[in-house]
């Protein structure tokens, strides 16, 4: 069993920054492929960024060049850089971890974007 923690989420005017980190309790944290999803009030969970194992990185389109996904197996962290934040960003952000069969939810944290 893995456990995440996310932290970082709050409240933030439009065109402000946050920083999510994710802990995630495994000492094989560096195999686990790590993503972060978001839901908004009334619409489905949603796939924001993925990292892989050894790095590689996935955004949904709409999100290049604002959020950036990173992980540090030292410390068995994943991060996600949400630059120019805009209200429709406002979610509950989700770390998830998956390897092999496994497959790991946090138990979220809040982003309110203010216009």
């Known amino acids: 069993q893995v456990q995440l923690v996310e932290s970082g989420g709050g409240l933030v005017q439009a065109g402000g920054s946050l920083r999510l980190s994710c802990t995630a309790s495994?000492?094989?944290?560096?195999?686990?492929?790590m993503a972060w999803y978001r839901q908004a009030p009334g619409k489905q969970r949603e796939l924001v960024a993925t990292?892989?194992?050894?790095?590689?990185?996935n955004y949904v389109d709409s999100l290049k060049g604002r959020f950036t996904i990173s992980r540090d197996n030292a410390k068995n962290m994943v991060y996600l850089q949400m630059n120019s934040l805009k209200p429709d960003d406002t979610a509950v952000y989700y770390c998830?971890?998956?390897?092999?069969?496994?497959?790991?939810w946090g138990q979220g944290t809040q982003v309110t974007v203010s216009s």
């Open positions: 495994t000492i094989t944290f560096s195999i686990y492929a």
């Open positions: 990292i892989t194992s050894s790095g590689n990185t």
């Open positions: 998830n971890a998956k390897a092999y069969k496994y497959e790991y």
